[in-house]
């Protein structure tokens, strides 16, 4: 775990990111449960978590996890750049610097991840 000391600080930005999901109500900007109302958007966002979680961890429990890694701190950062582009969405929610800093420190991570692990 030490060699990917920021991998893992991404990491917990990111679930910290879907915990802040809920409360921003994020399925109203996702493509596809956009078109669902609030329940129908909501409980699949939510139900969607618990298989992506569970090979998320199980991936991650793996010894030669290098690859799955690699890929999630790739994609913690582009996942600012998802953000930053849905920023004038009409239904975007996620505007206040708590949202920003969880958003921000997942890729910020994932990007010094990428830049100091050795794999």
Known sequence: MND???FYLGL???????????????????PGLSLLND???YRIFMLAHIPLF????????QPDNGRLIFGLDVFFVIHVVLHA?????????FKDWISWT??????????????????
């Open 4 to 6: 990917h000391l920021f």
């Open 85 to 93: 582009l849905f920023l004038l969405h009409k239904k975007n929610e």
């Open 12 to 30: 917990t930005f990111i679930l910290m990111h879907e915990m802040d999901a809920i409360r921003c109500k994020e399925w109203r900007i996702f």
């Open 102 to 119: 969880i958003i921000l420190g997942a890729g910020i991570f994932g990007l010094l991840d990428l830049v100091f692990a050795q794999v």
């Open 39 to 41: 329940i129908w958007g």
């Open 54 to 61: 569970f090979f998320l961890f199980r991936g991650l429990a």
